[in-house]
């Protein structure tokens, strides 16, 4: 009987290699970088992608708070957080959240579109976003994602 050349080979995360990439969000728009940044955090890019395994790679984002968003998004989108209190429930602009900590901006809209689950969370941890142009990741020679 002949083998098959078309099995499906899934990977185990020993044997995932992990690339750090970084994204200049300066005058990006926000839905269209963050779908590009949840891809790679998932590991989507790569051949070896595993649904259900870790095998994304580590992404840095840097001058968050110069994001564009298009429209009237700024004051009319709100990000909803709920106390878990009655009647607990505080709507926040974009704007507001923009000029208090942009890093939540981007953060909020990666976690979205990650896995709800132990595995997002472990991928949410591999995101560091920073509001100015450095970061103290230079170490790890990070390459331009684009």
Known sequence: MKSRSYSTVTVAEKDVKRE???????????????????SVLRGK?????????????????????????????????????????????????LQEVIDKNPNKLIEHAVKGMLPK??????????????DTAEHPHQAQKPKQLV
């Open 117 to 130: 689950s132990s595995l997002g969370d472990k991928l949410f941890g591999k995101l560091f976003v920073y």
């Open 20 to 38: 750090w990439f970084v994204v200049d969000a300066d005058g990006k728009t926000l839905g269209r970088i963050t779908s590009k940044i949840a």
């Open 45 to 93: 890019h790569k051949a070896t992608f595993t649904p259900n395994t870790d095998c994304g790679d580590y992404v840095i984002v840097i001058n968050s708070g110069k994001i564009r968003v298009t429209g009237k998004k700024l004051t009319d989108r709100s990000l909803v957080r709920y106390t878990g209190h009655p009647g607990g429930q505080r709507h926040t602009s």
